[in-house]
């Protein structure tokens, strides 16, 4: 006998053992928030975390991702350059300055500079979580997982009518149920630990910094 | 560093003895402790969501361990399809011999770790490091206690027990290069630099599961770091450690657990990253790993799983909650319990792995004030399984399923218990009892056995000059 | 016009001593007794009274501790309230004795009893609502509340209730108010070192508010925090709640 067929065997020897309890998720269903109340909410919860927020329009937000890479000095922006907010910032992009890289081959092929020289990553997300804080995105062929991880900064574009009110409610709107890609990310801030003496750091091995570039 | 409990002799009257003796030990639990209760209560600041909620996460529990073997099969199909591979473990050497093979097959010499408690239960690194394999952590609390050998004093943060100039003493000698610092940001930043080489250097990485959705085939990891994106992404291969009773059936399910979870366990609403894995490297991606394989653990979860009772030791998500309330785990720490996992629910699951006979101890150490079970989400009835595993290391039946019940019999007690039953089953016997402790309990002396250990710290208990049944008698309180 | 004259509606109650008020509280158990009968109340104290069995059964001797329970659960026939001046006893025979019986066929009649069984502050609060008149000078007490009160019974609110109506009496409270004090029965003598830590502890916490008076809902605990607290030197007496609340009430 597998061992497979000795666990599932030895678990099923058990005599069945009550009936069932009915699941009310009304405790979840119950958090609800107005447009908002939404964008507030996330604005707050992630800021208490040391997530930076740039505010911009629908049609001005390249430019002010370009600013933004221009004032802090930053020396290239990794991004995915096959969506279509890729090719918008990518049209935005000055000629001279700071590298817009495009991160649409294999990670093999340039790992040690993604470590060690990519100064910035730019996603696009699914939306935002209101109850908590958090951005939901869905890495993928367009924008490769590592985007949002290795370089020391992120900046995320958020879109404020794309904020749910609950990760519950996102997970219901968004249809994961159905269909899940390879991998799907809730990031709420800069990467932190409290495991020295309970003191909050950030910046350990995810990014040291989130820009929300929020677009309302 | 690995513990095999058979091979060592466990006393946790010495260890227990060793931790109250240990000022700094005493001061830096009851710090940490205390703060992770206050973050814990600002998160639950409604009473009634909090029983709400803590409501649908115990049934959520309920509802899939009900269905355990149905669900482990159906997430095994969703997984497969999925592209990652399932392998079942009957046992810690089984699952230490099929992660060996699946990094020696692949030419593995290095792996880099996110968090897993099962790897801990395999004693995973100590076993790879026989074979010529290192297993690094990458969790900040375990690469410290990694760098001092130690096992994990605590389920969540792993390196509670040390304070900073502890950690910064301890980088300083063991890490290349570093400099002595107590500034918590430098000290980050040097763990930092040093795991980011190894993370690009890996052949493999592992993590461990916090809930497996069998709807969807995916992997749910909760973390704070990165270091488990890390290790889950950037290896060629994945390998996930995953306890039998961590799967869930659907993915709604995940919602609420997700909020007990971090709201318990460090006071957080949200972790930093939810991450949810539902294949390898696949369908044009430029990233991730290659091969991603999960491999189930039951290392007595299956015997626990056959007591309807007991079974909710299983509805567990690994919050440590419990342990944060406990006032005898706050007195001393995680290592006294010389087992993986420690505090409330180390006491009522350590005995049903190991053997309750062997691990008596731990259910009797708890005054059974319920602490815990005030903050369980999923509500395991801890004092109730802590009385019934104290019932059957003396206990044994025919049809019991504990593991080493009734072997912690001791003929004494049961004669000092049969003793008690009869004077108390009998009101005559009673009543001269008590005429004779109230007469002369006085004159007892203070080193009697049970008196004495009473007596080291505190005054002699004076009984009354008479009973209060006899004083009631005497002033005409009726009796029918 | 005088208001008119109300008859208090005669109750009667069965009162359990538990064993530790029996031979160690005495004074309180009357006091308790004498609180009900000053509020109307008929008291029967059934004989032949000796233990809940709550030590057999929280270190798994539940066959003993049966045995116990049954000749005890048999003192109380009629359908009457039974009060304890104990919440941990109380607990046990409210939620420990139907598990400690189920499945067997004494279990309908011990769900019965379970369904009126009071912890006395909780009987004298939501059942006999009772006011009280302080007589007694000023004094500052703190109350430590047990764990089986608190949680098994959801006592906690109704001894602070009663202390609240004495107005010379301060309360002060616990900076550490529901941390068990280390009692725990069995475990005080089995884990000595780690009762002994929580008791001080405990103990210390009470000397720090100042109070005169550590007052508890339950005998065991009070042996334990009133026993360390002589070895700590000078500090707060202790008192079961139901002797203060029946000194500061009646004239002696």
């Given at each position: 006998m597998s061992e497979r067929d000795a666990i599932l065997a030895g678990l099923r020897a058990a005599l069945p053992y009550g009936t069932p309890p009915v699941l009310d998720f009304s405790v979840m269903e119950e958090k609800r928030w107005n447009p908002c109340e939404r964008t507030a909410r996330l604005r707050r919860c992630m800021a208490a975390v040391k997530t930076e927020f740039l505010d911009a329009g629908p049609l001005d937000w390249p430019q002010a991702v370009v600013d933004l890479v221009l004032r802090e000095g930053l020396d290239n922006l990794l991004f995915g350059p096959h969506t279509s907010e890729g090719r918008q910032l990518a049209a935005a992009w000055p000629a001279q300055g700071p590298r817009l890289i495009a991160y649409d081959h294999p990670v093999e092929s340039f790992k040690q500079e993604l470590f060690t020289g990519v100064a910035a990553g730019f996603t696009t997300t699914l939306g935002g979580i209101a109850e908590t804080g958090g951005l939901l995105l869905t890495p993928g062929p367009l924008e490769p997982r590592l985007l949002s991880l290795v370089p020391p900064v992120h900046l995320a574009l958020l879109r404020a009518d794309r904020i749910f009110d609950t990760l519950f409610q996102a997970f219901r709107e968004l249809g994961w149920n159905q269909s899940l890609p390879n991998n799907a990310l809730v990031i709420s801030g800069p990467s932190k630990t409290?495991?020295?003496?309970q003191t909050l750091a950030y910046g350990v091995h995810g990014p040291k910094r989130l820009i929300v570039v929020l677009v309302g | 560093m690995s513990i095999e409990p058979s091979s060592l002799e466990i006393d946790f009257l010495a260890s227990s003895t060793l931790a109250l003796a240990d000022p700094q030990l005493r001061r830096n639990f009851r710090r940490a402790m205390d703060g992770l209760m206050a973050k814990r209560a600002a998160c639950f600041p409604d009473p009634a969501e909090w029983t709400r909620t803590q409501a649908l996460g115990a049934a959520i529990r309920a509802k899939n361990l009900l269905i355990l073997p149905e669900l482990l099969e159906r997430l095994e199909r969703n997984l497969t399809k999925n592209g990652i591979t399932v392998h079942w473990a009957g046992t810690v050497d089984q699952a230490n011999q099929t992660v060996l093979e699946l990094l020696q097959a692949r030419g593995a010499k290095a792996l880099v770790k996110g968090k897993s408690m099962v790897s801990e239960e395999m004693g995973l690194n100590h076993f790879l490091a026989a074979h010529g394999i290192e297993a690094l952590e990458s969790d900040l609390g375990e690469y410290i206690i990694q760098l001092d050998g130690e096992m994990p004093s605590?389920?969540?943060?792993?390196?509670?027990?040390?304070?900073k100039d502890q950690i910064a003493r301890l980088f300083s000698e063991r890490i290349k290069h570093a400099k002595y610092t107590e500034e918590v940001d430098e000290l980050t930043a040097m763990a930092r630099a040093v795991l980011r080489q190894k993370f690009l250097d890996a052949d493999a990485g592992l993590s461990g599961v916090n809930f497996a959705v069998a709807e969807t085939g995916t992997l749910c990891l909760v973390e704070n770091e990165g270091n488990g994106r890390m290790s889950t992404h950037v290896p060629r291969l994945h390998i996930a450690l995953m306890g039998l009773e961590k799967v869930v059936e659907r993915l709604e399910e995940v919602a609420p657990l997700y909020s007990l979870l971090t709201r318990s366990a460090t006071g957080q609403a949200i972790s930093t990253y939810l991450n949810l894995i539902s294949g390898p490297r696949g369908g044009g991606e430029q990233d991730g790993p290659r091969e991603v394989h999960l491999v189930i653990l039951d290392n007595g979860r299956s015997r626990i799983y056959q007591d309807p009772e007991l079974r909710t030791t299983l509805a567990c998500i690994r919050c440590g909650a419990c342990m944060n309330h406990c006032p005898v785990y706050t007195r001393i720490g995680g290592h006294a319990y010389q087992a993986v996992y420690p505090g409330p629910i180390g006491s009522i699951l350590t005995p049903q792995v190991e053997g309750v006979g062997l691990r008596h101890e731990l259910p009797h150490a708890s005054s059974l004030c319920g602490a815990c079970e005030e903050v369980c989400p999923v509500k395991i009835p801890i004092t109730h399984l802590l009385i019934r595993l104290r019932r059957e290391s003396s206990h044994s039946r025919p049809g019991g399923t504990v593991l080493g019940a009734g072997t912690a019999r001791s003929g004494l007690e049961d004669l000092a218990w049969a003793m008690w039953g009869w004077v108390l089953g009998h009101p005559g016997a009673y009543r001269i009892s008590s005429w004779c402790a109230t007469r002369f309990g006085r004159l007892l002396p203070a080193g009697l056995p049970l008196l004495a250990a009473w007596t080291r710290t505190r005054s002699k208990p004076l009984p009354g000059r008479r009973s209060l049944q006899e004083r009631a008698r005497a002033k005409g309180v009726p009796h029918v | 016009m005088a208001a008119p004259h109300r008859e208090p509606v005669v109750r009667e109650v069965y009162f359990y001593a538990t064993c530790l008020v029996d031979l160690f509280f005495p004074d309180a158990g009357m006091a308790g007794i004498d609180l009900l009968q000053a509020a109307g109340v008929r008291v029967i104290l059934p004989r032949g009274q000796t233990c809940c069995g709550q030590p057999a059964f929280n270190c798994g001797y539940w066959e003993q501790a049966r045995t116990v329970a049954l000749s005890q659960i048999a003192l109380f026939p009629r359908d009457l309230p039974v009060v304890l001046p104990s919440g941990s006893c109380a607990g046990m025979m409210k939620t420990q004795y139907p598990e400690l019986f189920?499945?067997?066929?004494e279990e309908a009649a011990v769900k019965a009893l379970a369904g009126r069984v009071f912890e006395l502050t909780q009987f004298l609060v939501d059942q006999l609502d009772l006011k009280l008149e302080d007589l007694g000078q000023p004094v500052k007490v703190t109350l430590h509340s047990s764990c089986h009160a608190q949680?098994?019974?959801?006592?906690?609110?109704q001894p602070k209730a009663l202390l609240r109506q004495l107005r010379n009496v301060e309360l002060v409270e616990l900076e550490r108010e529901r941390e068990c004090c280390g009692f725990g029965g069995a475990f005080s003598v089995r884990e000595p070192g780690l009762a002994a830590a929580m008791a001080c502890d405990k103990a210390e916490d009470a000397r720090r508010t100042g109070a005169e008076l550590v007052l508890s809902t339950d005998g065991g605990c009070l042996m334990n925090i009133g026993g360390t607290l002589d070895r700590l030197g000078p500090g707060p007496a202790t008192r079961h709640i139901a002797q203060f609340l029946w000194e500061r009430t009646h004239v002696h």
């Amino acid at each position: 006998m597998s061992e497979r067929d000795a666990i599932l065997a030895g678990l099923r020897a058990a005599l069945p053992y009550g009936t069932p309890p009915v699941l009310d998720f009304s405790v979840m269903e119950e958090k609800r928030w107005n447009p908002c109340e939404r964008t507030a909410r996330l604005r707050r919860c992630m800021a208490a975390v040391k997530t930076e927020f740039l505010d911009a329009g629908p049609l001005d937000w390249p430019q002010a991702v370009v600013d933004l890479v221009l004032r802090e000095g930053l020396d290239n922006l990794l991004f995915g350059p096959h969506t279509s907010e890729g090719r918008q910032l990518a049209a935005a992009w000055p000629a001279q300055g700071p590298r817009l890289i495009a991160y649409d081959h294999p990670v093999e092929s340039f790992k040690q500079e993604l470590f060690t020289g990519v100064a910035a990553g730019f996603t696009t997300t699914l939306g935002g979580i209101a109850e908590t804080g958090g951005l939901l995105l869905t890495p993928g062929p367009l924008e490769p997982r590592l985007l949002s991880l290795v370089p020391p900064v992120h900046l995320a574009l958020l879109r404020a009518d794309r904020i749910f009110d609950t990760l519950f409610q996102a997970f219901r709107e968004l249809g994961w149920n159905q269909s899940l890609p390879n991998n799907a990310l809730v990031i709420s801030g800069p990467s932190k630990t409290a495991d020295i003496e309970q003191t909050l750091a950030y910046g350990v091995h995810g990014p040291k910094r989130l820009i929300v570039v929020l677009v309302g | 560093m690995s513990i095999e409990p058979s091979s060592l002799e466990i006393d946790f009257l010495a260890s227990s003895t060793l931790a109250l003796a240990d000022p700094q030990l005493r001061r830096n639990f009851r710090r940490a402790m205390d703060g992770l209760m206050a973050k814990r209560a600002a998160c639950f600041p409604d009473p009634a969501e909090w029983t709400r909620t803590q409501a649908l996460g115990a049934a959520i529990r309920a509802k899939n361990l009900l269905i355990l073997p149905e669900l482990l099969e159906r997430l095994e199909r969703n997984l497969t399809k999925n592209g990652i591979t399932v392998h079942w473990a009957g046992t810690v050497d089984q699952a230490n011999q099929t992660v060996l093979e699946l990094l020696q097959a692949r030419g593995a010499k290095a792996l880099v770790k996110g968090k897993s408690m099962v790897s801990e239960e395999m004693g995973l690194n100590h076993f790879l490091a026989a074979h010529g394999i290192e297993a690094l952590e990458s969790d900040l609390g375990e690469y410290i206690i990694q760098l001092d050998g130690e096992m994990p004093s605590h389920i969540i943060m792993p390196a509670i027990h040390k304070n900073k100039d502890q950690i910064a003493r301890l980088f300083s000698e063991r890490i290349k290069h570093a400099k002595y610092t107590e500034e918590v940001d430098e000290l980050t930043a040097m763990a930092r630099a040093v795991l980011r080489q190894k993370f690009l250097d890996a052949d493999a990485g592992l993590s461990g599961v916090n809930f497996a959705v069998a709807e969807t085939g995916t992997l749910c990891l909760v973390e704070n770091e990165g270091n488990g994106r890390m290790s889950t992404h950037v290896p060629r291969l994945h390998i996930a450690l995953m306890g039998l009773e961590k799967v869930v059936e659907r993915l709604e399910e995940v919602a609420p657990l997700y909020s007990l979870l971090t709201r318990s366990a460090t006071g957080q609403a949200i972790s930093t990253y939810l991450n949810l894995i539902s294949g390898p490297r696949g369908g044009g991606e430029q990233d991730g790993p290659r091969e991603v394989h999960l491999v189930i653990l039951d290392n007595g979860r299956s015997r626990i799983y056959q007591d309807p009772e007991l079974r909710t030791t299983l509805a567990c998500i690994r919050c440590g909650a419990c342990m944060n309330h406990c006032p005898v785990y706050t007195r001393i720490g995680g290592h006294a319990y010389q087992a993986v996992y420690p505090g409330p629910i180390g006491s009522i699951l350590t005995p049903q792995v190991e053997g309750v006979g062997l691990r008596h101890e731990l259910p009797h150490a708890s005054s059974l004030c319920g602490a815990c079970e005030e903050v369980c989400p999923v509500k395991i009835p801890i004092t109730h399984l802590l009385i019934r595993l104290r019932r059957e290391s003396s206990h044994s039946r025919p049809g019991g399923t504990v593991l080493g019940a009734g072997t912690a019999r001791s003929g004494l007690e049961d004669l000092a218990w049969a003793m008690w039953g009869w004077v108390l089953g009998h009101p005559g016997a009673y009543r001269i009892s008590s005429w004779c402790a109230t007469r002369f309990g006085r004159l007892l002396p203070a080193g009697l056995p049970l008196l004495a250990a009473w007596t080291r710290t505190r005054s002699k208990p004076l009984p009354g000059r008479r009973s209060l049944q006899e004083r009631a008698r005497a002033k005409g309180v009726p009796h029918v | 016009m005088a208001a008119p004259h109300r008859e208090p509606v005669v109750r009667e109650v069965y009162f359990y001593a538990t064993c530790l008020v029996d031979l160690f509280f005495p004074d309180a158990g009357m006091a308790g007794i004498d609180l009900l009968q000053a509020a109307g109340v008929r008291v029967i104290l059934p004989r032949g009274q000796t233990c809940c069995g709550q030590p057999a059964f929280n270190c798994g001797y539940w066959e003993q501790a049966r045995t116990v329970a049954l000749s005890q659960i048999a003192l109380f026939p009629r359908d009457l309230p039974v009060v304890l001046p104990s919440g941990s006893c109380a607990g046990m025979m409210k939620t420990q004795y139907p598990e400690l019986f189920h499945g067997r066929p004494e279990e309908a009649a011990v769900k019965a009893l379970a369904g009126r069984v009071f912890e006395l502050t909780q009987f004298l609060v939501d059942q006999l609502d009772l006011k009280l008149e302080d007589l007694g000078q000023p004094v500052k007490v703190t109350l430590h509340s047990s764990c089986h009160a608190q949680r098994e019974q959801g006592v906690l609110d109704q001894p602070k209730a009663l202390l609240r109506q004495l107005r010379n009496v301060e309360l002060v409270e616990l900076e550490r108010e529901r941390e068990c004090c280390g009692f725990g029965g069995a475990f005080s003598v089995r884990e000595p070192g780690l009762a002994a830590a929580m008791a001080c502890d405990k103990a210390e916490d009470a000397r720090r508010t100042g109070a005169e008076l550590v007052l508890s809902t339950d005998g065991g605990c009070l042996m334990n925090i009133g026993g360390t607290l002589d070895r700590l030197g000078p500090g707060p007496a202790t008192r079961h709640i139901a002797q203060f609340l029946w000194e500061r009430t009646h004239v002696h």
